[in-house]
Each structure stands twice: as C-alpha cells, then as structure tokens.
C-alpha cells in the first residue's frame, strides 16, 4: 500500500507564489509518474503537470511558464512550484502517483490541499 502525504497548500494574493510538496510512503512499489491534478468548485478535476522517472514533465496550457513540477527520487517526492498565481488557479490541488505494486500499474491519490488566490 502507498501513502501519499501533500502539503503546502493556503491563502495567497494574487500574483503570489506558493510550493507543494507530496511524498510516497509505503512498501514494495515502483514509481513510473508522479504529477499534481486539480478541482474547482462546480468543475471537474484536471491535469496540471506530470513528472515521469526520468524527468519528462507534461503541463497544463494553463499554467505553462508559471508553474515547475519537480520531484526528488530519493525522498519519494514531487513539488509544484506555482508562481504568479491567478484567482483562476483558486483549487483543491491532489497529488497524483502511478506506480508499479503488486504486479500491476497503480494509481494512488493525496486527500488533497486547498489553494486559494484572492486579495
């Protein structure tokens, strides 16, 4: 079983900068990727940026050149480095992992953390 823990989540003016942080805990799992997805209030939830293994990394047209998805291999942990953020990034932000466990290929999600870009 994988754990994931998110963080760094909170309340940011506009123009502001905020980092997330999710790290995998658990046993006997592989990661292949790892990446941040998002939900508005009233809208469904959609992809952000993505980092496989080897450091290919996919991102929303949104949030291209403001936004740097990272990840450090050996503290099983991804960040998001969200920068001149906008009231249109205002979401609950889910850590995503796809990992080999068992056998299988496997998705994992973080309970989730709230961004909020207001004045």
């Known amino acids: 079983q994988v754990q994931l823990m998110e963080s760094g989540g909170g309340l940011v003016q506009p123009g502001g900068s905020l980092r997330l942080s999710c790290a995998a805990s658990?046993?006997?799992?592989?990661?292949?990727?790892m990446g941040w997805y998002r939900q508005a209030p009233g809208k469904q939830r959609e992809l952000v940026a993505t980092i496989t293994s080897g450091g290919s990394t996919n991102y929303a047209d949104s949030v291209k050149g403001r936004f740097t998805i990272s990840r450090d291999n050996a503290k099983n942990t991804v960040y998001l480095q969200m920068n001149n953020l906008k009231p249109e990034d205002t979401a609950v932000y889910y850590c995503?992992?796809?990992?080999?466990?068992?056998?299988?290929?496997?998705?994992?999600w973080g309970q989730g953390t709230q961004v909020i870009v207001a004045s």
């Open positions: 658990g046993s006997d799992f592989s990661i292949h990727t």
């Open positions: 995503n992992l796809v990992a080999w466990s068992g056998g299988y290929y496997r998705s994992y």
